[in-house]
């Protein structure tokens, strides 16, 4: 994308970019479907696995913590302004400073999880039986390398998402599933849940290795200059966001802790409907937020604020036409998602039944969770970073009221409505705050919102009653059954959802058929 972009050339390039993000996602879904259908075949729902999401919890959340949380609230802002004329020069530079900071403060956070593994689960897990503890202790300290992997994988997506280089960053992020696939059905009989472990060790590698090409040509290299002025300008930016990730942390944990006292299996069949509830998140939410921060990020910079403002409202329309639908397929499809996803080897039809209740559970809160990125990645672009944090830990508030407050009646189940709750709490906030500094977007997101519940729930009738059908006439034992029990339902609810957008004239549909004529243009033409 040029420097002098205009306005109306930067929505369909943040459509392009959007869609190479979610082509990747679903490439990267679709293998992480194969991984959760890989875990409970293997595994079930046992404490083994329990005691493996802990470990993956402590892992992730601390990659969060240390790049995940600034990659978007501070790294990918800070490093696209280098891309403005006046400052191309100094881009290697900054960029080797940051990621040399990065990649010494992960590997110091490494040796940390090795030596406190036993205090981390004892903190977080403490309610599982002894022997899953002393497996979580172990499956810690092999995933602890991950940290820093993943972190130096992050640092390398932000200097390429500043350069709006997105194709093998998002190829890596797609195939980082394969560690899983590839050790578990080869090593599960040998290294039992370490296979596991070791599966997310090896997947993370293969993500940093396809990012690694992109980087050539840039200039990088190791630059230990920790008073460097873009460092201090980064931290300025990160704090209150890690203040929030911080509370956030302590939610997740007493999250584990309150999870991990209502059952061994509780953390099991949370992992997996927070698996399907991710799917339409990042294949969507993410992939628009993150594809429209480094356009966002320079319309902030030149003070444009009304093309700031479009392009907002056309990421906000975006997700709403395409999370809305998807919410409502797992809400009424919810059963039979469970059951063909993850319901064989010792995955039990008890199993499924808890899996689904909590992914309905959780689905209370996916559209607002996915408004959100966008809302939040607004703020970052204006070197806002209080707001959100500010926002966040208001929201962990309402998380706890609710969480504690259900528990007794709904046990693990009241969680996942919590989380639910928290969503829309910060989503609602959110939209408020961004109203009272800008009044309304340019764009009627309110109407999207409007035509795209209606549509959502003719779909959702098709859906189910197509699914009876089939479900009366050929039963839920067998691979084809359950596959068409959601294919051909999936298609029936898309086809009139589609019909219903375009009969209304949404725009998003005209932008759809944009992009795949260009796309077909390429392809004659190449």
Do not use: C
């Amino acid at each position: 994308m040029s420097e002098e972009l205009t306005q109306e050339e930067a929505h369909p390039t943040i459509a392009r970019n959007a869609a190479v993000l979610s082509l990747a996602s679903i490439v990267s879904r679709a293998l992480g479907m194969v991984r959760e259908i890989l875990i409970p075949h293997f595994y079930g729902a046992t404490g083994l696995v329990s005691a493996y999401a802990l470990a993956e919890f402590v892992a992730k959340i601390l990659y969060d913590l240390l790049v995940g949380g600034m990659l978007s609230a501070a790294l990918v802002p800070v490093l696209s302004e280098y891309r403005r004329p006046e400052k191309r020069a100094q881009f290697a530079q900054v960029a080797s400073v940051i990621f040399s900071a990065i990649a010494i403060l992960a590997a110091l956070v490494v040796l940390a999880v090795e030596g406190l593994a036993p205090q981390i689960v004892a903190l977080i897990g403490g309610d599982l039986s002894p022997q899953y503890q002393v497996a979580a202790i172990r499956l810690m300290r092999i995933t602890a390398p991950v940290i820093w992997v993943f972190s130096s994988s992050g640092g390398l997506a932000a200097i390429l998402f500043a350069q709006e280089r997105f194709t093998l960053v998002a190829l890596g992020d797609a195939l980082y599933n394969l560690g899983v696939i590839i050790m578990v059905p080869l090593f599960h009989r040998q290294l039992g849940i370490q296979a596991l472990a070791l599966g997310m060790v090896l997947g993370g590698l293969i993500q940093l290795v396809f990012r690694l090409p992109d980087i050539r040509g840039l200039g990088l290299r190791f630059v230990l200059h920790i008073r460097h002025p873009v460092l201090r300008r980064v931290w300025a930016l990160y704090v209150p966001i890690l203040i929030a990730i911080l509370v956030n942390i302590v939610q997740g944990g007493i999250d584990r802790r309150l999870a991990s006292g209502t059952g061994d299996s509780s953390l099991a069949y949370m992992r997996t409907a927070t698996t399907l509830y991710q799917l339409p998140h990042g294949l969507v939410a993410v992939a628009i937020a993150m594809a429209s921060l480094p356009t966002l990020s320079r319309w902030a910079a030149g003070k444009d604020w009304d093309a700031y403002k479009r392009t907002l409202a056309a990421g906000l329309r975006a997700v709403l036409v395409l999370v809305v639908p998807a919410t409502v397929f797992l809400w009424v499809l919810a059963e039979p998602t469970v059951r063909l996803l993850a319901e064989h080897g010792e995955f039990t039809a008890t199993d499924t039944y808890w899996t689904y209740l909590t992914l309905r559970y959780y689905l209370v809160g996916l559209v607002f969770a996915s408004v959100d990125w966008p809302l939040n990645f607004a703020y970052y672009a204006r070197g806002d970073s209080k707001t959100p944090a500010t926002v966040g830990v208001l929201a962990v508030g309402m998380y706890l009221i609710f969480a504690l407050s259900l528990l007794p009646r709904l046990s693990f189940l009241g969680l996942a409505f919590a989380d639910g709750m928290k969503q829309m709490a910060h989503a609602l906030m959110m939209m408020a705050l961004l109203y009272r500094w800008g009044g309304r977007l340019q764009g009627d997101v309110l109407r999207t919102a409007w035509v795209t519940a209606v549509a959502a729930a003719v779909m959702g009738g098709v859906l189910y009653g197509s699914a009876q059908v089939i479900i009366a006439h050929l039963g839920v034992a067998g691979l084809l059954p359950r596959v068409l029990t959601l294919l051909i339902p999936g298609i029936l609810g898309s086809a009139v959802y589609y019909l219903i957008l375009r009969w209304l004239g949404v725009s998003e549909v005209a932008l759809f058929h944009h992009l795949a004529a260009r796309m077909g243009q390429k392809v004659r033409r190449s």
